[in-house]
Nanobody
Framework: QVHLVESGGGLVQAGGSLRLSCAASGSIFRISTMGWHRQAPGKQRELVALTTGGGSTNYADSVKGRFTISRDNSKNTIYLQMNSLKPEDTAVYYC??????WGQGTQVTVSS
């Protein structure tokens, strides 16, 4: 069973930065596809970014150039560096581990 623990959410002003972390246990981490999704109030959960075991990354168009996903295989941890944050980035951010494991979520709030 894979267990995911997120940290790093919070309140930030527009234009600011935050870094989310997700530590995985019970996983063959180095070959696993992991990523971040988010869900804003009244909206469906959407993909933000993914990273594969081979090091490939994929981003939602809305965050390209502002967010960076990375992984540290020695720590079984992935990160999401979020820069130039906008109010529309406000959401609960969930860590994801393929094929279908989720973290508990961490709130990110961007004030205008």
């Amino acid at each position: 069973q894979v267990h995911l623990v997120e940290s790093g959410g919070g309140l930030v002003q527009a234009g600011g930065s935050l870094r989310l972390s997700c530590a995985a246990s019970g996983s063959i981490f180095r070959i696993s596809t992991m990523g971040w999704h988010r869900q804003a109030p009244g909206k469906q959960r959407e993909l933000v970014a993914l990273t594969t075991g081979g090091g490939s990354t994929n981003y939602a168009d809305s965050v390209k150039g502002r967010f960076t996903i990375s992984r540290d295989n020695s720590k079984n941890t992935i990160y999401l560096q979020m820069n130039s944050l906008k109010p529309e980035d406000t959401a609960v951010y969930y860590c994801y581990h393929r094929p279908g494991f989720w973290g508990q979520g961490t709130q990110v709030t961007v004030s205008s």
